[in-house]
């Protein structure tokens, strides 16, 4: 019973990549919270998810981020966190179903976990949402979801997922291909921030800063 209420006392964890410390109000993530990203195929949400993921572990030595993926093969997002600098974090496939899931977890211990995609879950998705959020509150270590995004902009899975979220966040393509903006639609913690635009490089996602000046100057 007691794990069950377990409550971690919230702590705000600071993040030094600047366009994401404005994403998440200023002052930082805090560490019981639960944030859903959602996006279109492609958007960048592996991409996104791995970065936040990275930030989080360069922190401290000592701390552990998870990033379990249930959407593509381990050696792919192994792949991908190489080429975009990611190298403190861990790369894992996530274990179907809740119980192997938590087990696979609890095992590990992290202080951050991201799991790409909480969609992919699909028929366990309220069973193992209800789980992650427990342990994000318990444990006081932050909790990203990655999900997909239907036709209307909707993130997709039951809509007690967006309401249980945290922060509830979207990427999606704007013009050039390589545009991404990254949209904040609620934080329980923090004031909503203006859209953020970034553009997907080899590197991953930066500010895209002089895309706008480009802009400015035509207008
Ligand atoms: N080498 C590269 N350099 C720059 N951009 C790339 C490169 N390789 C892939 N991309 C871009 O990254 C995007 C995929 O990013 P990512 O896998 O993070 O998206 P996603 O939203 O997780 O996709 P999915 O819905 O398939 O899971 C591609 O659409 C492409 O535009
Ligand atoms: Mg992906």
Redesign the pocket.
């Known amino acids: 019973m007691t794990t069950a209420t377990a409550r971690s006392n919230p702590k705000l964890l600071p993040v030094s990549v600047p366009w994401l410390k404005k994403v998440y109000g200023g002052g930082g993530i805090v560490s019981t919270s639960v944030t859903l990203l959602g ?12 970065q936040i993921a990275e930030a989080l572990a360069t922190r401290a030595a000592h701390h552990r981020v998870l990033f379990l993926s249930n ?2 093969r381990g050696s792919d997002v192994y792949a ?1 966190a190489r ?1 975009i600098g990611a190298h403190r974090v861990e790369v894992a496939e996530a274990r179907m179903t809740t119980g192997k899931l938590a087990a696979q977890i609890e095992g590990f211990a992290p202080d951050a976990l991201v799991l ?2 909480i969609t992919a879950t699909a028929r366990e998705l309220p069973e193992t949402f209800e789980y992650l959020h427990a342990r994000a509150r318990g444990h006081g270590a932050p909790v990203f979801l ?1 999900a ?1 995004m239907t036709k209307d902009g909707d993130v997709a899975g039951p809509r007690g997922l967006q309401l249980g979220a945290d922060v509830l966040m979207t ?1 999606t393509p704007e013009g050039t ?2 545009v991404r903006v990254l949209q904040v639609w609620k934080n329980r913690y923090a004031s909503v921030p203006p859209d953020v635009r970034l553009r ?4 991953g996602l930066v500010a895209a800063r002089a895309l706008r000046l480009i802009n400015n100057r035509k207008g």
């Open positions: 996006g279109p195929p492609g958007a960048g949400k592996t991409t996104l998810l791995l959407e593509q991908l080429r790409d995609t990655g997909f990427i291909p390589d997907m490089t080899e590197r």
